[in-house]
């Protein structure tokens, strides 16, 4: 599952790891503070990402920040096992997968237009920590690790998954870090002319 691209932030909040596994990654950026720090934050940012905050036995109000604040962490930690090759921690994939089993529902048959149909259940009725134990799980299924990166701004902790068809991208946000980068580069060649 992709989170919806209506812009590279929503409510002040980085949505641009093109994952909804990611994008909660991001959701405590050095530069910008931790947005799931309080109930209200999380209720926020699921409101952002897309996802009931009433969805599955918990939603926003029973959630756990302890919870929330361990599945990013385990997700942040996946990330770099993704993208290095090397083996993740079994307690990370534990985690992982005790939101999917709880998220995890049997298909159910129903009679629609004349026929059989198989039904699923919807990743925004699910447990909003399930939706994302489940979107990261269909992406480690068929990831590339070449194109999972950290922000190329030293200054910026955000990570993406770069899916522009030459893979080149480098900065989490062009109207964010790739414009800082722009800019100074403009200033210190501006600078080297005033000096010749």
């Known amino acids: 599952m992709t989170t919806p691209q209506d812009g590279d932030f929503r409510d002040g909040m980085p949505f641009l790891g093109s994952r909804l596994w990611i994008d909660f990654a991001n959701s405590a950026p050095v530069a910008l503070g931790d947005f799931l720090a309080t109930p209200e934050g999380w209720a926020r940012w699921l409101a952002a990402a897309g996802l009931k905050a009433g969805g599955g036995p918990k939603g926003a109000a029973g959630a756990d920040l302890a919870e929330v604040h361990a599945l990013r962490a385990a997700l942040s930690r996946l990330f770099d ?62 990831h590339e690790s070449a194109r ?26 062009m109207s964010a870090c790739g414009n800082r980068h722009k800019v100074r580069s403009h200033r210190m060649r501006a600078a080297k002319l005033e000096c010749s």
Not at 95 to 120: C, F, H, I, K, M
């Open 81 to 142: 096992a993704l993208q290095t090759g090397s083996r993740p921690a079994a307690s990370d994939l534990d985690l992982v997968n005790q939101y999917l089993a709880a998220g995890a529902t049997p298909p159910r048959l129903s009679w629609r237009d004349g026929g059989l149909r198989v039904e699923q259940q919807e990743a925004g009725d699910m447990d909003p920590l399930a939706a994302i134990a489940t979107d990261f799980a269909d992406f480690a299924a068929q």
């Open 148 to 173: 999972l990166r950290h922000c190329a701004n030293p200054e910026c902790s955000l990570i993406f998954y770069d899916t522009a068809r030459n893979g080149t991208r480098r900065w989490c946000s």
